[in-house]
């Protein structure tokens, strides 16, 4: 019994679903929100991702995963999509997609890089551009529960006008500090000079090694091998640092 409850649950999260355009949102130049609607959608984690599946009418299809950015809960979902250049499934859906149109989804993926309510230990975010999408996650789970677990949120960009979520972040939630990283461009009278994510980035604005965090990380392969790497040299078990990374194929 007990096997086949975990082979139904597992053949759920590999069905294909239906999700309907209900909604988008610009937030900056390159990145849309994309908000689905998915009658049979079981709800997720927070950091969890799905499957994107689109199919044209040649029957040519292609897929890629993405992050949820939403709390979790049925029916409804958010996916932040940043256009690549060079990306053959991003710049559709971040500037062609519709209110109305459909798409093919299956999930939710992941078990391991993701946070539930229930965690007590303090909790630091490292995020590295479009990065900070599941980690957007576990900060709307984190409210929407009431949680009171203390968060603390490093967010590396290349600019101001780069930035995710910027209302929602600047209005901010008891509990939870964020710190922004530029690595090009930095807003005038900023204190740090612009440029990439270094140690004492972590030292000053994470939290101590001796507090035992758990410490999620996510972006690009370099910045999550480095910061990740970073947070262990200082101090930080290698088992409370989780890592999300994205790169190498072109989305």
């Given at each position: 019994m007990a096997r086949a409850t975990v082979q139904g649950r597992l053949g759920e999260r590999l069905r294909w679903r239906t999700a309907e355009v209900v909604g988008r949102r610009?937030?900056?130049?390159?990145?849309?929100?994309?908000?689905?609607?998915?009658?049979d959608w079981p709800g997720h984690l927070a950091g969890q991702h799905v499957d994107?599946?689109?199919?044209a009418e040649d029957?040519?299809?292609?897929?890629?995963?993405y992050s949820v950015a939403s709390t979790p809960e049925p029916g409804h979902l958010e996916l932040t999509v940043q256009s690549l250049p060079d990306g053959e499934v991003s710049p559709y859906l971040a500037h062609d997609m519709a209110v109305g149109d459909l798409l093919e989804l299956r999930g939710p993926v992941g078990g391991w890089f993701v946070w539930r309510p229930e965690q007590e230990e303090?909790?630091?975010l490292v995020a590295g551009g479009s990065g900070l999408v599941p980690l957007m996650s576990m900060i709307r789970a984190r409210g929407s529960s009431?949680?009171?677990t203390p968060f603390r949120l490093l967010y590396s960009l290349r600019s101001p006008a780069h930035g995710l979520y910027a209302k929602e972040l600047r209005e901010g939630l008891p509990g939870l500090d964020v710190t922004y990283l530029y690595t090009r461009e930095?807003?005038?009278g900023a204190k740090r000079e612009p440029?990439?994510?270094v140690p004492s980035d972590l030292v000053e604005h994470g939290w101590p090694a001796e507090f035992a965090p758990t410490c999620y990380v996510c972006g690009p392969t370099a910045f999550a091998e480095k910061a990740s790497a970073y947070l262990v040299l200082l101090g930080h078990s290698p088992e409370r640092v989780r890592v999300e990374r994205f790169g190498g194929t072109g989305e």
């Open positions: 610009s937030e900056y130049a390159e990145a849309t929100t994309l908000m689905l609607k998915v009658p994107v599946r689109l199919t029957g040519y299809s292609t897929q890629r995963s303090p909790v630091l009431g949680g009171r930095a807003p005038e440029g990439r994510i």
